[in-house]
Every structure is written in C-alpha cells, then in structure tokens.
C-alpha cells in the first residue's frame, strides 16, 4: 500500500536504482544516515525543510507519477510539482469547461460544495453541544445561514454566505477546544496557536484534494465555487470546503483538547504564531492516523479510507460533469 512521506529535516535527495535516497543533514552540516523509500510505496512527498534534488530525480518522481508538495519556513503551503496529468482526457476538460461557462450549472455545483461543507460543520457543532459546549447560539445561526443556500442568485452571493456561515462556526472554536483563545481567523500571519493550527491543516487538506484531483481526470484549474485564477488549482479549494470540517477541525480539536499539543509545539515569531518542528510532526502524525481510518461507506457496502474518500469525491465530481450521474451530491457526515 502507497503512504505519504513528510520530509522535515534539511538534506539531499537522490535515485538510488528504484529507490528513493534522502541523505539527512545535521545543524551543523554533517550527512547523517541515509534512509530509502522503495518508490513503489510512495504517494506524495511533503517538504517542510530544505531539500536539495536535480532534474534527474524529478523526472524519476514524474515517472512514478509521484507529486511533491513544498511548505515554507512559516509551513505555508507554496507549491507543488506536479507529474504529467496521465489521466487527462480532452472529453473530460470540455465538459469542465461548459459547466464553468454555464450559469446556472456553475450556480448548481457552487450550491453543492456550500451545502455539503455547512452540513458538515454543522454536524461538528452538534456533536460538542451534545457534550455541554456553549455553541447553542452558533448552531441557531448556522441553521439560518443554511436556508440562504438555495437561494443564491450568482456565485459571489453564494461566497459571501459561505465566508458568514464559516465567521459563525469559527466562533465556536473558543467553547470547543479548552485553554486557547481565538480572537477572530487571522491568515498571513497567524496571531495565535489555534489560528496557526487552522492554517496549517488547511494547506495539508488542499495538497490533499489535489493529490485526488490529479488521480482523476479533472483539470484543477477549473472550479465552480471558488474563481479560477492565476497560478491556483482552485478546483481543490472547493473540494477541501467539505472535508475541511472532517478532517482538519475535528482532529485539530482532539489534538488540543486531549493536550497531545502542548504550549511547546508552537513558536511565536514577530507576533505571528508557527507551528514549532516538533509540533508539525505531532500534527502529521496524527494527520496521516485519521485519513488511514476507515468506514464503513453506505453505498459501497465496503470500509474505505478517509484518504479514498476524497478520491471518491472527485470522481463523483468527474461522473456528474460526463452526464454519468444527474446530480453531483457532496459528501456529507451520516454518523
């Protein structure tokens, strides 16, 4: 079975036969032991630390149809190299394309990404009010925000519901998770351990959907909800919306709450708020435990990883734009 490999430590990476080669590098410059990865096994590769390569090797991942995604120092998420798309089709990119260009086809999977996403947020509220959180008020709010959805006239009013169903749920974090503040979402920087937990699992959940997006046939510069733009793969800011709530929030609460993070897994930096090293891997680790979950899909009838189920979505997307399903129905939390 293919794994994700996070690299946090500075080094050097090489072809070795079928094998991927990282040499390691100490603080003090001294190559450490290397350590292989049959590249058989591999996935993805995340890069936290500088890692040195050469074209050789690139082409060797591009073969092997492995993507690497880069986070910088502050554990933004920069980029990506991506593998030649093998699995696009020009039929599939028309398609895309003609409903993008379609008003009210656009309008329609737009409303299917906001609805799938705020039920799932809804879903999480739920959950902690039923175990005595405060989030009554948040719940109501949400609930009305909702009935806006069908509602929507273009795709800009459907982003500004989304952006206050999204304001609402936030301000639950304080009554969820116990012993941080969270004073508002803050982005570049992030003020505070919450808000640099938020941001950091929402990078991991976009590399995510774009590791599914290229194993489909979508294109990810073309999105429904979020605006195509300029050096973007927007399509996976609309898949991430719904498994945002799933992935990220729920486990980034269990982490707090359970104090399997620690004042000491953060850094603060001239007033922004990082994830230290030692907290990034708490945070991996337990990141690639939940999408190695499984359940038990309805459908299917069969037990299915958390990581396969964002594949799924995108092939849900990818049937309902070649006119295989009549309606695209967004993943939502049945338990």
Not at 3 to 10: E, G, H, I, T, V
Not at 11 to 19: A, F, L, P
Not at 112 to 129: H, P, Q
Not at 266 to 287: P, Y
Request: charged share 25%.
């Amino acid at each position: 079975m293919k794994k994700a490999y996070y690299l946090f430590n500075p080094g050097r990476m090489s072809r070795k036969d079928n094998t991927l080669k990282f040499e390691p590098v100490s603080e003090k410059g001294a190559i450490q032991k290397p350590r292989y990865l049959p590249v058989t096994g591999v996935s993805a590769l995340y890069i936290f630390g500088s890692v040195d390569a050469n074209s050789a090797m690139y082409n060797f991942l591009g073969r092997h149809h492995i993507p690497v995604h880069f986070f910088d120092y502050y554990q933004h998420y920069t980029g990506s190299f991506s593998p030649k798309e093998y699995l696009l089709a020009g039929k599939m990119l028309i398609a895309q394309s003609d409903a993008y260009r379609s008003k009210k086809h656009r309008l329609q999977l737009a409303k299917a990404f906001v609805e799938g996403a705020t039920f799932n947020m809804l879903k999480n509220l739920r959950y902690y009010g039923n175990r005595g959180r405060g989030v009554a008020t948040q719940i109501a709010q949400l609930e009305q925000l909702r009935t806006t959805i069908s509602n929507a006239k273009g795709v800009s009013e459907l982003m500004g519901t989304e952006g206050n169903c999204r304001q609402v749920y936030y301000s639950s974090f304080e009554e969820i998770v116990e012993g941080y503040a969270w004073e508002g979402r803050r982005k570049r920087p992030p003020k505070n351990e919450l808000n640099a937990l938020v941001s950091f699992g929402n990078s991991m959940c976009y590399s995510l959907c774009l590791d599914a997006v290229y194993n489909s046939q979508l294109n990810p510069t073309i999105s429904f909800l979020h605006e195509p733009g300029v050096r973007r793969y927007s399509l996976c800011l609309d898949v991430s919306e719904v498994f945002k709530p799933i992935l990220v929030d729920l486990l980034l609460f269990r982490l707090c709450n359970r104090r399997e993070l620690r004042s000491q897994h953060f850094d603060f930096i001239d007033d922004a708020c990082f994830l230290a090293e030692s907290g990034r891997k708490v945070f991996v680790r337990a990141w690639e435990e939940r999408l190695q979950q499984t359940i038990q899909h309805r459908k299917l009838n069969k037990k299915i990883s958390y990581r396969h189920l964002v594949r799924l979505e995108c092939y849900k997307i990818a049937k309902h734009l070649l006119g295989m399903e009549s309606e695209y129905q967004p993943f939502k939390i049945w338990w």
